[in-house]
């Protein structure tokens, strides 16, 4: 079964950066799109960003374009998530996900399986 653990969230002040870091239990990890999401208290879960599984094609969000950089490590099975620039609605839980086809997706139904997520919070 594949499991996924986020980590690196936490306090951050406006302006300022984190980097998310998601661990998966398999090597199956090289197969799969990942992607990640996120969701504020009384609101939709949305998309931030997918990665192919070669790590080539990559699609974001809206609002993170240009601010957030997702990437991949093969070797440590982990999906990355960089975030520059951070502004107070940038703040919710962060979940990463994995999906078995072969491009990008901003469509939570193409994942097949869920981290517990990680918070982050952004100060004003």
């Known amino acids: 079964q594949v499991k996924l653990v986020e980590s690196g969230g936490g306090l951050v002040q406006s302006g300022g950066s984190l980097r998310l870091a998601c661990v998966c239990s398999?090597?199956?990890?090289?197969?799969?799109?990942m992607g990640w999401f996120r969701q504020a208290p009384g609101k939709e879960r949305e998309f931030v960003a997918s990665?192919?599984?070669?790590?080539?094609?990559?699609l974001y969000g809206r609002s993170m374009e240009g601010r957030f950089t997702i990437s991949r490590s093969h070797h440590e099975k982990t999906l990355y998530l960089r975030m520059d620039s951070l502004e107070s609605e940038d703040t919710a839980m962060y979940y990463c996900?994995?999906?078995?086809?072969?491009?990008?997706?901003?469509?939570?139904?193409?994942?097949?399986?869920w981290g517990q997520g990680t918070q982050v919070t952004v100060s004003s």
């Open positions: 996900a994995a999906g078995r086809t072969t491009v990008p997706n901003r469509k939570a139904q193409m994942y097949f399986t």
């Open positions: 990665i192919s599984p070669s790590g080539t094609n990559v």
């Open positions: 398999e090597y199956s990890f090289n197969n799969f799109i």
